[in-house]
């Protein structure tokens, strides 16, 4: 079955709560056709046609995909939100851990986009919106694997992009600061397996700022208006960032000052100076 030509169909994943579920809600209201994913089984909501799919598996990520072509004949967006924080210091954090972190935040966008390239290569248009952070444009102390993870994301965003512009495909990152969602309640903390941590110190005091930073962020409707007037646009900007004012204002600091101004600058705003 073939949609309307002016009706058009957006995948959005990790779309049953926070950010996610706000692009859906969003989006739908402004006419679009929407598909969110979850994990889990999540009842349908305010015009969101919601699919299970698990983005850590290669099977589930192509089911899905192929399951919104069948019913609409086409996809013309995917916004890519599903990922979860792992939180803690370096030292202590296991390879396992490391690698599930990859796995969903990386991994799992590689995933979604191969899936998604072939249909929208054939349309010759397509949006791929990335939400990445800001912790994937500097490294976050106690989230250095997640940091981690948007680096890469940011990295093969660039690459992604300048390889599908010639078919008509815009790749695009979301760079949001702190915002209102389920992500500091799904956050994993690491935990040292065989001694007390060395860090236990300044690590409570990271958590302790984090959590203040958190109890102000925004709720998550500006970056909805935003994924919006991106997948409006035929000629987006490879990178946008959207938050609170002083969050947003490390960008231009970590790249025009000397890098050990910055250092400090961001050592004594998080906590850990």
Not at 187 to 192: A, G, I, L, N, S
Not at 204 to 233: G, H, M, T, Y
């Amino acid at each position: 079955m073939s949609a309307p030509a002016n009706l058009k169909i957006v995948l959005v994943t990790g779309a049953s709560s926070g950010i996610g579920q706000a692009i859906a809600r969003h989006l739908a209201a402004r006419g679009w056709r929407v598909f969110g994913t979850s994990r889990r089984e999540t009842a349908d909501f305010g015009g969101v046609d919601m699919l299970r799919m698990d983005a850590d598996d290669d099977a589930s990520v192509a089911d899905t995909v192929a399951e919104v072509v069948e019913r609409t004949g086409r996809l013309d967006a995917v916004v890519n939100n599903a990922g979860w924080a792992l939180m803690g210091p370096i030292e202590d954090t296991t390879i396992a851990d490391a690698r599930a972190q990859m796995e969903t935040n990386f991994f799992g966008v590689l995933r979604v986009c191969r899936a998604a390239l072939p249909v929208m290569r054939e349309q010759r248009s397509g949006h791929i919106v990335n939400i990445s952070s800001l912790g994937g444009l500097f490294g976050m102390p106690f989230s250095g694997i997640y940091s981690a993870s948007k680096f890469a994301v940011e990295g093969f965003s660039e690459s992604l992009r300048l390889e599908t512009r010639g078919f008509g495909v815009h790749v695009v990152l979301v760079e949001p600061g702190d915002t209102q969602s389920q992500l500091p309640a799904r956050r994993r903390t690491v935990y040292p397996p065989l001694h007390p941590s060395a860090y236990q110190e300044v690590f409570n005091r990271f958590q302790a700022k984090q959590a203040q930073d958190e109890s102000k962020a925004p709720p998550p409707d500006a970056v909805a208006v935003l994924v919006e007037r991106i997948l409006r646009d035929p000629r987006p900007a490879m990178r946008y960032s959207v938050g609170m004012w002083d969050q947003r204002l490390v960008l231009p600091l970590k790249r025009w000052l000397p890098y050990s101004w910055f250092e400090r600058i961001l050592s004594a705003a998080l906590g850990v100076k």
